[in-house]
Each structure stands twice: as structure tokens, then as C-alpha cells.
């Protein structure tokens, strides 16, 4: 059964200067250009790189702590969002923060992100953040009684199996993450599998199909049960969906798109080359010549059909290139593939937000749109009361 999450949660970074959203297994997220939604698909990537100890280099790459933290004042009154007095800087009078986290029903992770304590020693590096904390915890939300590992600075403390909080001999280096650095079966053994599990998540940016694109060429095939981040290996994969995986739902996804088409794989000294045979053509279209948009289409039928299904999968934009026609067939392929995966879906096609709603019967279906206040992203909608209940870890 996978175990979908419920909140994510994220303060400082870029517009989303606080935002606690809850989610279900079919998340559709939509909004205007500049609402935020990049960086709520920004957000899950960063969670998934702590896995692999690659959140701090990753926003490194984005300019460091002080190009991804939020911009503006720390508190926006009253009397500046009534349009009464104008927006205005002010001091800071709190430390540093960047957080991130989520919960399922029956466990949570966060981490918390700061300034170096000692910028001028740390050479050309200055601009890497340090782990300020972590934590894990079963259930929801993060209470004293539900940590079962805690990360402060350098320390690690575990609860043990007796119940009894304890302190580790780990020190971790400010710059590494303890879900990817304590590795202790007897200690941690839901660490473990928290880490496994978000190294599952797949996520699907912008998937080449200009002329050059790697899927446009014959490649080496072997077994693919998950496509590539690039799509390169796109005929391969789509024959492993149909020799151990949904060969049917290969079928009708094409047809749905495609009405009379079939998708075929031919191998010759063991380079794959995707075929696509349609009513009225004499010969099969190799990958090469098909348009933009059918080569994306099944980009994605590929990557959500996959035999190996992650617990969550997120994608950007899946509608760009796509022939507006092709819009209910994705949606359809998409609240199917719900049943087997988490997924997100952030999006600014109003089309292919509307084609999903029409699966709100069937699928577990949740629409978010965000929008801006005052440079800040706000869920439409969603009051305090509204939001999952969340504790963020101590430093």
C-alpha cells in the first residue's frame, strides 16, 4: 500500500515564505506565472536530494542561501496587505531559515537550513548552508513523544527500542544529512526505510524533444522499468511495459491519443528504435519523425505506466508541446495511474486542470491553485484553520 503524504510544509524559501499544505493521492497545481509554483516543485525535489545528501549543494547551485531565501519582511502586518500603509524592510530579528518537510499518516521528516556560523572560515564555500536540525517522527505531526531521530548541529539522538531517548557517537559535518549518513539498522531502523522511500520519488521536468533529443535516436537496450529523467531511453522502456508490465494499458493509452494507432519496438544488434504505426501510412514513423508533441505523449505514458511504481511521482508542465487534443487523453492516463502512485501534477494549462477534475470521481483528487500577496504564495482559498496541523523541529 503506498503511503501517501498528507502535509508539506516549507518556510523561506523563494515566495513561499510560510505554507502548509495538505495533500492527496491525485494533486493538481495550478496558478499564474510568477504564483509559486515552480518552487513548490523546487520543495520536493530539495526534500528528495536530503536523501541523498544533496540539498545543500543543490541550493548552492541555486545561488545559495541568499538568492532561495524569502525577500521579504519577516512579518507582513495588517495594515500593509489592507494596501494602508506601504510594504517596508525591516530587521531581522530571527535566525536564518530555511525549512522543509513533510508527513505521511504514520511518519515525518523536516530539516532546517542556516546561515554558517562562521562565514569567513569557510573559504570559497561561504555560500553553502549549514543543517541547522532534523527530525523524524511517527505519525503526522512532530510532538516530543513521536521523535524517533533528532539531528541538532552535529549531534544525533535516537529513541531507542526500550522508549528511552539516547544520544549517538555520530557527529555529523554541517553540510551532510542524517538520512543519509546514519546507517544503523538496530538504532534506526525506520530512518532507514523513511530514506528508501523518498529515493523512490520520480520527478519529470522538461523532457527533450527537439530534434537532437536523445529519444529521437536508436539507443542500447536493456530491462528499462523506469524511464529517465531525459526520456533517452524511451523505447526500451516502453517495451518493458509491454513484456512485464500493463501491455493492455500501453494499448489504450495510445489509442485514446491516437484512434487506430500502435506502438511497436524494433531491435536491431541490440540498438532499440521506438515505431509508430498509424491508419493510412504505408510504414511505420521511427521516433525521429514523429512531432513534439506525440513523442511527449508518450514520454508519459511511459513514465507513468512504468512496472515499477515509485510512491511519488511530480510533473512539471507535462502539458507543454502537447496538441490540445491530447489534453483528456493524458488527464485519463494520469487519474489511472493515481491508483498505483502518489502524484503531483503542477501545471498552468486550465485545460488539463479541468480534464483531471472530471476524474475527481475515481481518482483522490485535490485542485490547488496558488496566487501572490504582497510577493508572498498563499493557497486560494486555505485560512489558518484550513491548514494540517505542523511543529517544526527546534535548533
Not at 544525533?156 to 538520512?179: C, F, H, I, N
Request: glycine share 8%; hydrophobic share 40%.
Amino acid at each position: 500500500m503506498v503511503r501517501v503524504l498528507v502535509t508539506l510544509a516549507v518556510e523561506n524559501y523563494r515566495s513561499l515564505r510560510r505554507l502548509v499544505m495538505p495533500l492527496r493521492r491525485l494533486n493538481v497545481v495550478t496558478g499564474a506565472n510568477g504564483s509559486g509554483k515552480s518552487s513548490l516543485y523546487r520543495t520536493l525535489r530539495l526534500l528528495s536530494h536530503s536523501a541523498r545528501n544533496g540539498a545543500v549543494a543543490a541550493l548552492a547551485r541555486e545561488g545559495g542561501l541568499p538568492s532561495t531565501l524569502w525577500a521579504g519582511p519577516e512579518v507582513i502586518g495588517r495594515s500593509v496587505r489592507a494596501g494602508e500603509h506601504p510594504l517596508q524592510g525591516t530587521v531581522r530579528t530571527k535566525p536564518v531559515a530555511l525549512r522543509l518537510g513533510f508527513a505521511t499518516d504514520s511518519f515525518g521528516y523536516a530539516i532546517d537550513l542556516g546561515m554558517p556560523q562562521l562565514p569567513g572560515h569557510r573559504g570559497l564555500f561561504a555560500l553553502d548552508p549549514e543543517i541547522k536540525s532534523e527530525c523524524t517522527w511517527s505519525g503526522p505531526v512532530l510532538r516530543p513523544g513521536t521523535r524517533l531521530t533528532e539531528r541538532t548541529n552535529a549531534a544525533v539522538g535516537v529513541r531507542g527500542p526500550d522508549g528511552k531517548w539516547q544520544a549517538t557517537e555520530l557527529k555529523l559535518r554541517p553540510y551532510d544529512s542524517m538520512l543519509a549518513e546514519f546507517v544503523d539498522p538496530e538504532l534506526a531502523p525506520d530512518l532507514m526505510l523513511l530514506r528508501e522511500r523518498i529515493r523512490s520519488w520520480r520527478f519529470y521536468d522538461h523532457v527533450r524533444t527537439d530534434a537532437d533529443a536523445p529519444m529521437r535516436t536508436a539507443v542500447i537496450g536493456t530491462r528499462t522499468p523506469v524511464l529517465g529523467p531525459d526520456g533517452a531511453d524511451l523505447a526500451p522502456a516502453l517495451e518493458t511495459i509491454r513484456e512485464i508490465g500493463d501491455g493492455d494499458a500501453l494499448d489504450a493509452a495510445v489509442e485514446l491519443a491516437f484512434p487506430g494507432s500502435r506502438v511497436g519496438v524494433t531491435a536491431t544488434a541490440g540498438r532499440f528504435e521506438l515505431m509508430f504505426n498509424q491508419p493510412g501510412m504505408l510504414r511505420p514513423l521511427t521516433a525521429a519523425e514523429l512531432s513534439d508533441g506525440t513523442l511527449r505523449y508518450l514520454a508519459w505514458v511511459a513514465a507513468l505506466l512504468t512496472p515499477r511504481p515509485p510512491e511519488l511521482l511530480v510533473l512539471n508542465e507535462p502539458e507543454n508541446s502537447l496538441h490540445p487534443e491530447l489534453i483528456r487523453p493524458l488527464a485519463a492516463l494520469v487519474a489511472g495511474a493515481s491508483s498505483r502512485m502518489q502524484i503531483v501534477v503542477v501545471t498552468h494549462s486550465r485545460a488539463l486542470a479541468s480534464a483531471l477534475d472530471t476524474h475527481a470521481d475515481e481518482a483522490d483528487l485535490q485542485s490547488v491553485e496558488l496566487a501572490k500577496d504582497h510577493g508572498e504564495t498563499y493557497v486560494v482559498g486555505q485560512g489558518k484553520l484550513d491548514e494540517p496541523p505542523w511543529h517544526w523541529p527546534k535548533r
